[in-house]
């Protein structure tokens, strides 16, 4: 009886340790799942602006037959190196969009991964950010120059003439702004997923 | 025997947990020292740009005789609203970074607390950043346009009038993009910071 008596506990000291750790995991699992979810929100939002800004944009031409110089005058984006770096750092970050909603996706269902993924995704949405924070800011400098010009620079108003052209700068600059403000969401998202990982220990540590 | 052997095994069983969890806190308290240090390093290269940028835009104000119009035409930053806009997103920046050395330094003293700083900084550091981005970009655009002109929108150059206006809008600007990369740094350094501090438990658990 002895002697089957002994090899019967040693499977069950083995078995409390995973016991032990088990409790700790779930609640774990639970944030990195509704933080993933509201990132891939975002990043589909961010995709939808980054995309209509550049549409928006691109479509802006307009051709006017304007009476004081000679024939048809067209106004276009790439007219102007700003407009020109706006429609680069938008496609960007639509493309980077894309890439990146596909990996939190897949994060979704490896909940482990997203740890790692995280310090990952702050770097290169704080890059975008900094890329689409600069363009909207070019973009809306010379849109305002359009819309208002500058005397002291003796640079007139284009707006009177070409309304289309500046709503549709003015659209762009607008979404670009919101694809801005979405970016910092995310950056403050992952910083927070990451925050709520670490485990209040060194407070507790010190209490007991 | 088999009544003593079953209350045996349950101190053992209660032991094991402090002791998998003691070696993990050591490491950390070595992490975020080394990284505030490098947070305070730039947040305090972040006040000298966001300075020098100021100081450089301000005193760019430049008085010429030109010939073609009546008699001294004077260039100065606060004629265009992008420059305005410029010289109030570095002076936040540069208060901004004066109240979070103070912070940081005092964060060296107490490293327990480091842990609740870094998702806050980041908070406020991506909002500086999307600030001083777009004024990069805002100031960049103008700068451009006062450099080369645009002959599409019939915007004169003013650069040949006027070097040294033309001079500290190039400087301010580059100093402004250093401004800029310095607190992508400090973004990715917290973000570092953080994912740093979770313990790897996820992985060992599943490789056990």
Same mark, same amino acid.
């Given at each position: 009886?002895? !002697?089957?008596?002994?090899?019967?506990?040693?499977?069950? =000291? *083995?078995?409390?340790?995973?016991?032990?750790?088990?409790?700790?995991?779930?609640?774990?699992?639970?944030?990195? %799942?509704?933080?993933?979810?509201? %990132?891939?929100?975002?990043?589909? #939002?961010?995709?939808?602006?980054?995309?209509?800004?550049?549409?928006?944009?691109?479509? $802006?031409?307009?051709? @006017?037959?304007?009476?004081?110089?000679?024939?048809?005058?067209?106004?276009?984006?790439?007219?102007?190196? /700003?407009?020109?770096?706006?429609?680069?750092?938008?496609?960007? /970050?639509?493309?980077? !969009?894309?890439?990146?909603?596909? #990996?939190?996706?897949?994060?979704?269902? =490896?909940?482990?991964?997203?740890?790692?993924?995280?310090?990952?995704?702050?770097?290169?949405?704080?890059?975008?950010? $900094? +890329?689409?924070? *600069?363009?909207?800011?070019?973009?809306? *400098?010379?849109?305002? #120059?359009?819309?208002?010009?500058?005397?002291?620079?003796?640079? &007139?108003? +284009?707006?009177?003439?070409?309304?289309?052209?500046?709503?549709?700068?003015?659209?762009?600059? /607008?979404?670009?702004?919101? /694809? &801005?403000?979405?970016?910092?969401?995310? +950056? #403050?998202? !992952?910083?927070?997923?990451?925050?709520? @990982?670490?485990?209040?220990?060194?407070?507790?540590? +010190?209490? =007991?």
């Amino acid at each position: 009886m002895e !002697s089957t008596d002994k090899p019967a506990p040693e499977p069950q =000291k *083995a078995a409390p340790p995973p016991e032990a750790a088990a409790p700790v995991p779930p609640p774990e699992s639970k944030v990195p %799942d509704r933080f993933v979810v509201a %990132d891939v929100v975002l990043r589909v #939002i961010l995709f939808a602006a980054a995309v209509t800004a550049v549409v928006v944009m691109v479509t $802006g031409n307009q051709t @006017k037959h304007v009476p004081v110089p000679r024939v048809a005058v067209p106004e276009k984006f790439n007219y102007s190196p /700003a407009f020109i770096y706006f429609v680069a750092a938008l496609s960007v /970050a639509g493309l980077y !969009s894309i890439v990146t909603t596909v #990996i939190s996706i897949l994060a979704l269902f =490896k909940p482990g991964c997203s740890t790692k993924l995280l310090p990952h995704f702050v770097i290169f949405d704080v890059l975008i950010l $900094g +890329i689409v924070a *600069a363009a909207t800011g070019a973009a809306g *400098a010379v849109a305002y #120059i359009g819309l208002k010009g500058n005397s002291h620079f003796g640079w &007139a108003k +284009i707006c009177n003439n070409y309304h289309k052209f500046c709503q549709h700068l003015a659209a762009s600059v /607008a979404v670009s702004l919101f /694809a &801005a403000i979405v970016l910092v969401l995310l +950056i #403050i998202l !992952s910083a927070f997923s990451l925050s709520k @990982k670490i485990p209040p220990r060194r407070d507790s540590d +010190i209490r =007991k």
